[in-house]
C-alpha cells in the first residue's frame, strides 16, 4: 500500500474540489461570461450569453454537489490513509475512498453538463 500515492490521490480531489467551486461561483454569480477556456462549454451553452448564464444556473446547484463530494472524499482519504497505514490495517480497500471519490465528481459533472446543456438549449429556443 503506497501511502503517499494515496495522499496525492486525494489531494487531487481537493483541488477538483476548489476548481469547480472557484468556477461555480464566478459563471453563477456573473464574473465570468461566455468565454472560450472556463464553465461548461457544450454548443448549446457557447452559443450566446443568454445560452450560457441559463446554462450555468441549471448546473449551479449539481456543481455545488460536486465540489463537496471532492472535498469530503479528499479530506477522508487524507485522514484515514494515514491512520489506517501507519496503525497497520491498511488494505486494499482504502483504495476504494479516492476511487469512489472520483467517480462521484465525474458523474455529477456529467449531469451538471447534461442539465447545462438542456437550460441551454431551452434559452436558445425560447431566444428565437
Known amino acids: 500500500m503506497d501511502m503517499v500515492g494515496l495522499l496525492v490521490f486525494g489531494a487531487g480531489l481537493l483541488w477538483m474540489g476548489v476548481m469547480v467551486h472557484l468556477v461555480r461561483n464566478h459563471v453563477t454569480k456573473g464574473g465570468m461570461g461566455r468565454n472560450s477556456a472556463i464553465g461548461i462549454r457544450t454548443r448549446a451553452t457557447t452559443s450566446s450569453d443568454a445560452a450560457w448564464e441559463a446554462g450555468h444556473a ?29 496503525s497497520g490495517r491498511a488494505t486494499p480497500a482504502v483504495v476504494a475512498l479516492p476511487a469512489c471519490g472520483t467517480v462521484a465528481v465525474v458523474v455529477l459533472l456529467a449531469v451538471a453538463a447534461g442539465r447545462a446543456n438542456a437550460a441551454a438549449r431551452a434559452a436558445g429556443d425560447a431566444d428565437g
Not at 65 to 76: E, F, H, I, Q, W
Request: overall charge positive; proline content about 7%.
Open 58 to 86: 441549471a448546473a449551479a446547484p449539481l456543481l455545488t454537489a460536486t465540489c463537496r463530494a471532492a472535498y469530503t472524499a479528499g479530506a477522508l482519504t487524507w485522514v484515514s490513509v494515514p491512520v489506517l497505514t501507519l
